[in-house]
């Protein structure tokens, strides 16, 4: 059994993509990206770290159907790189996984009756160092399905909606347990980057679902932090 990092990017050079790569290197066998159309050279950094880089023709699809992509990534790309039982973690170009996953690894891929593992976030909020705690952002309360085993008889899809369609598909089979691992995400690290993403968050989702539209309105409220370190 195999363990295969598998990624959407798109023009990430210039935030985490090194660092990231550098660290999932460590623990995976493999690493395929899926490249939503770039302008920079995140598909050179990427191939320099060792990762298997596929492109589409289309354009960017990321902020208009997500879900496209993702299907595309497990339906006609990740067949290709993995073999029954191997297992697949979805990460994005801005996470890295905490020392315990790197210690659990070996014993987690060998469970013979588990399928999918949920994995902690903590969401720095402002500095690597400082993580939000306030609502939605609560680590507590985001426990979120990021390793599964592959198997090739399942016709893998996720839901039709254009953002937040999941990084597993919809039916990645179980049973699913939490691996007890935590993964920092470094989306919100530099606060010089919130304005452009909380603008393009409520532009491109007009109609978002309840619980993802308090999640927006959050991003403008003052933040609760505590500090931490991965």
């Known amino acids: 059994m195999k363990l295969i990092t598998a990624m959407i990017m798109r023009n990430e050079a210039d935030r985490y993509l090194t660092e990231v790569l550098k660290e999932a290197n460590r623990y995976s066998d493999k690493i395929v990206i899926l490249d939503d159309n770039s302008t920079d050279n995140s598909i050179e950094i990427a191939e320099k770290l060792k990762a298997k880089v596929y492109t589409h023709n289309d354009e960017s699809l990321f902020w208009k159907e997500e879900h496209t992509l993702r299907e595309y990534l497990w339906r006609e790309i990740l067949p290709r790189e993995v073999e029954t039982g191997d297992w697949i973690l979805a990460l994005d170009c801005d996470e890295i996984l905490g020392e315990q996953f790197r210690i659990s690894k070996d014993i987690l891929l060998r469970q013979e009756n588990v399928n999918t593992y949920f994995f902690q976030i903590w969401e720095a ?29 399942v016709n893998y899809q996720f ?22 691992c935590s993964v920092l995400h470094l989306g919100w690290a530099n ?40």
């Not at 452009?196 to 679902?209: L, Q």
Request: net charge neutral.
């Open 125 to 153: 909020w402002g500095a690597r160092n400082q993580i939000r705690i306030d609502g939605t952002w609560n680590p507590a309360g985001k426990h979120t399905p990021m390793l599964t085993r592959f198997l090739p008889q």
């Open 159 to 180: 839901p039709s909606i254009g953002l937040h369609c999941g990084r597993l598909p919809m039916n990645a089979q179980g049973p699913a347990i939490p691996s007890g």
């Open 191 to 230: 606060p010089d980057e919130h304005a452009d993403k909380i603008n393009k968050y409520t532009e491109m989702d007009k109609n978002p679902h309840p619980t993802m539209k308090a999640h927006y309105e959050s991003m403008l409220k003052e933040p609760e932090t505590v500090e931490w370190f991965l």
